[in-house]
């Protein structure tokens, strides 16, 4: 019969894995955000992690890889923001500003980097950015639909009003600086002003 310990370590060694894989995901992305994709390279990140360049293909298998998980890494903890329900006494706009600080949070404090290389991803890797973007886009574009129709979100094309929030969203790991005088907080005060001043009703 197996030990308690023999049948526990293949599931902590799968955890440590995902672990580290993760720590590289995120390392490579905020090297990518600073450097730019082309300028940062395998022998960078290992560096930054203090890792061996074989000991970085361990866990990935070239940068591009990298760059298609920090992509689907955004688009998850997105997702885990969208599930959020709206509460009863919140109006589409209300809700809709919830959601945007939350991205803000995000994208300012958890290390996770919406980046814009999309077009340095090949075949399939692309094609599976692109349709999560796409999913995540469709969602906001309702929640705006939902303003308009309560009457908290002016007339308009909802899908502009979208682009406009998410442009601002994938700009901002290109600019924000962790050291620098404006906080995660500071920032989502800033984009909820400009939210609710650019479409309330």
Same mark, same amino acid.
């Given at each position: 019969?197996?030990?308690?310990?023999?049948?526990?370590?293949?599931?902590?060694?799968?955890?440590?894995?995902?672990?580290?894989?993760?720590?590289?995901?995120?390392?490579?992305?905020?090297?990518?955000?600073?450097?730019?994709?082309?300028?940062?390279?395998?022998?960078?990140?290992?560096?930054?992690?203090?890792?061996?360049?074989?000991?970085?293909?361990?866990?990935?298998?070239?940068?591009?890889?990298?760059?298609?998980?920090?992509?689907?890494?955004?688009?998850?903890?997105?997702?885990?923001?969208?599930?959020?329900?709206?509460?009863?006494?919140?109006?589409?706009?209300?809700?809709?500003?919830?959601?945007?600080?939350?991205?803000?949070?995000?994208?300012?404090?958890?290390?996770?980097?919406?980046?814009?290389? *999309?077009? $340095? %991803?090949?075949?399939?890797? !692309?094609? +599976?950015?692109?349709? &999560?973007?796409?999913?995540?886009?469709?969602? *906001?574009? $309702? %929640?705006?639909?939902?303003? !308009?129709? +309560?009457?908290?979100? &002016?007339?308009?094309?909802?899908?502009?009003? *979208?682009?406009?929030?998410?442009?601002?969203?994938?700009?901002?790991?290109?600019?924000?600086?962790?050291?620098?005088?404006?906080?995660?907080?500071?920032?989502?005060?800033?984009?909820?002003?400009?939210?609710?001043?650019?479409?309330?009703?």
């Amino acid at each position: 019969m197996a030990s308690a310990a023999s049948i526990k370590a293949p599931f902590d060694r799968e955890v440590q894995f995902a672990s580290k894989k993760r720590a590289v995901i995120l390392s490579a992305a905020s090297a990518f955000r600073r450097r730019g994709y082309h300028n940062t390279s395998m022998t960078d990140i290992g560096k930054a992690l203090g890792l061996t360049k074989a000991a970085l293909y361990y866990y990935v298998r070239n940068k591009e890889e990298i760059l298609f998980e920090s992509h689907l890494m955004a688009y998850d903890s997105m997702d885990e923001v969208l599930k959020a329900g709206r509460a009863d006494d919140q109006t589409g706009l209300d809700y809709l500003e919830a959601i945007f600080r939350q991205f803000v949070d995000l994208l300012t404090q958890s290390g996770v980097s919406l980046l814009t290389d *999309v077009d $340095s %991803l090949s075949g399939e890797w !692309q094609a +599976d950015v692109l349709k &999560r973007r796409t999913e995540i886009e469709k969602r *906001v574009v $309702s %929640l705006v639909q939902q303003g !308009q129709e +309560d009457g908290s979100i &002016r007339a308009g094309d909802a899908r502009l009003h *979208v682009f406009f929030f998410m442009g601002a969203l994938n700009w901002l790991n290109a600019w924000f600086d962790t050291e620098g005088r404006l906080t995660g907080g500071d920032i989502a005060d800033h984009f909820a002003l400009q939210l609710r001043d650019g479409i309330s009703a």
